[in-house]
């Protein structure tokens, strides 16, 4: 989500760019599609980064679970964020794609 947030923001700086560059009568009508690019890409862009940290978050407490207790406990991870068990896990599964979780941890 963030990557089509930048490119949201850039298009619509490039559309503010156009408009100022050839001022003409009818600018009006290209300020709603620049609006829209930049309220869109930066609401992409604010909820991708959310979501990374989040990501980020449940790995590195994912890691200190498996140091103490040598597993992911996934009810503790989802009440401690405040995010559903579902979610937890596909955080976890993605982690372990992008090799930050090791494979062979036990998931409760």
Same mark, same amino acid.
């Given at each position: 989500?963030?990557?089509?947030?930048? *490119?949201?923001?850039?298009?619509?700086?490039?559309?503010? %760019?156009?408009?100022? =560059?050839?001022? !003409?009568?009818?600018? @009006? /009508?290209?300020?709603?599609?620049?609006?829209?690019?930049?309220?869109?890409?930066?609401?992409?862009?604010?909820? *991708?980064?959310?979501?990374?940290?989040?990501?980020?978050? %449940?790995?590195?407490? =994912?890691?200190? !679970?498996?140091?103490? @207790? /040598?597993?992911?406990?996934?009810?503790?991870?989802?009440?401690?964020?405040?995010?559903?068990?579902?979610?937890?896990?596909?955080?976890?599964?993605?982690?372990?794609?992008?090799?930050?979780?090791?494979?062979?941890?036990?998931?409760?």
């Amino acid at each position: 989500m963030r990557n089509w947030g930048i *490119g949201l923001l850039i298009c619509g700086g490039l559309a503010i %760019v156009g408009i100022i =560059s050839e001022p !003409q009568e009818d600018y @009006k /009508e290209g300020l709603f599609g620049t609006a829209v690019f930049l309220v869109g890409g930066g609401y992409l862009y604010n909820k *991708g980064q959310k979501y990374l940290n989040t990501m980020r978050e %449940v790995a590195e407490y =994912s890691l200190n !679970q498996i140091r103490e @207790k /040598e597993y992911i406990d996934t009810l503790e991870l989802s009440k401690k964020f405040q995010i559903s068990e579902l979610e937890i896990r596909q955080m976890i599964t993605k982690s372990q794609k992008k090799k930050f979780i090791p494979f062979g941890v036990v998931i409760k």
